[in-house]
Nanobody, 121 residues
Framework: QVQLVESGGGLVQAGGSLRLSCAVS????????MGWFRQAPGKERELVAA???????YHANSVKGRFTISRDSAKRTSFLQMNSLKPADKAVYYC???????????????WGQGTQVTVSS
């Protein structure tokens, strides 16, 4: 079974930055695609950013220009650089892996513990 371990969250002031990391281990066929989701209290888990197996990058409109996803495929690690953080970015952030494309949250049965991001105004 695949293990996903997210880290790097914390408490920052609005306008600040954080860099999240995701380490993938265990039994997985491929980490060709990697992505980051977030879930705020009372809201559905949403896709924030993703990289496909061919390197196509997606960022949600709400984070475009502020967040940047990257990965180190050899180390099976992905990163989410978050700049100009806003109170609306407060959520638990989760990473995910897939073979070609990151799909919607409901299609994944397994998740890591996530990492909490809190932004004070």
């Amino acid at each position: 079974q695949v293990q996903l371990v997210e880290s790097g969250g914390g408490l920052v002031q609005a306008g600040g930055s954080l860099r999240l990391s995701c380490a993938v281990s265990g039994r997985t066929f491929s980490t060709g695609a990697m992505g980051w989701f977030r879930q705020a209290p009372g809201k559905e888990r949403e896709l924030v950013a993703a990289i496909s197996h061919v390197g196509s990058i997606y960022h949600a409109n709400s984070v475009k220009g502020r967040f940047t996803i990257s990965r180190d495929s050899a180390k099976r690690t992905s990163f989410l650089q978050m700049n100009s953080l806003k109170p609306a970015d407060k959520a638990v952030y989760y990473c995910q892996v897939d073979s070609r494309f990151v799909r919607t949250a409901r299609e994944y049965a397994y998740w890591g513990q996530g990492t909490q991001v809190t932004v004070s105004s």
